[in-house]
């Protein structure tokens, strides 16, 4: 074998062995998110997933935890951002429209929140949590038939629901005050004084 294909075949191990370093790199700063993650330190997990993402800015699953971290510290703009880039990898994903939908929530974003719930839905229409967080952004808006047929939705797929059962009692009772307000004020007492007994 000629000195010039040693160097070449030394070079080529050499670059080789530094690739698998990176990726083992990678890894190890993904794991450690992780576990930072699930200790609830999120600010940590957020520092590893960064270090991931500037190594490999297409590491889908590092934005995606990355999001969620951003998510449950607070930072909604940012996990939208981050759900945002999985999104643009992976539009089949209903967990990811929920999330994403979630954040909207958060930042008051009703009709956002609605369009990423109904996105997630048609992807999987046995998605309960979807429909569930579908109707309280409608109740936001004062969408009271909407929200109680997106709670009936969750509650037919998961019947021990309790909180869509709760979101549809207090759905119904937003729509029997409406109702009764305006019994009241066309003359019906009895409407007047049932409309008194739900404010109280």
Do not use: W
């Amino acid at each position: 074998m000629s000195k010039f294909r040693i160097i070449l075949l030394a070079c080529l191990v050499f670059v080789l062995i530094a690739a698998i370093a990176e990726g083992a790199d990678i890894m190890v700063y993904f794991n450690r998110g992780n576990t930072y993650f699930n200790d609830g330190k999120y600010e940590k997990a957020i520092r590893e997933y960064n270090m991931v993402i500037s190594e490999d800015q297409n590491f889908i699953d590092a934005y995606y935890n990355r999001g969620l971290a951003y998510y449950r510290k607070g930072d909604y703009e940012e996990a939208i951002s981050d759900f945002n880039k999985v999104i643009a990898n992976n539009q089949k994903d209903a967990e990811i429209y929920h999330l994403r939908a979630l954040a909207h929530y958060k930042r008051g974003q009703y009709n956002k929140t609605i369009h990423d719930e109904t996105k997630a839905v048609s992807i999987n229409p046995n998605f309960a949590d979807a429909y569930h967080n579908r109707g309280v952004a409608y109740a936001k808006g004062g969408q009271h038939d909407e929200a109680i047929e997106d709670y009936n939705k969750a509650i037919s797929i998961r019947q021990n629901y309790s909180e869509a059962y709760f979101s549809r009692g207090v759905a119904y009772t937003r729509k029997a005050a409406s109702d009764f307000k305006k019994a009241c004020e066309m003359g019906i007492q009895h409407a007047c004084d049932n409309l008194k007994q739900l404010s109280e």
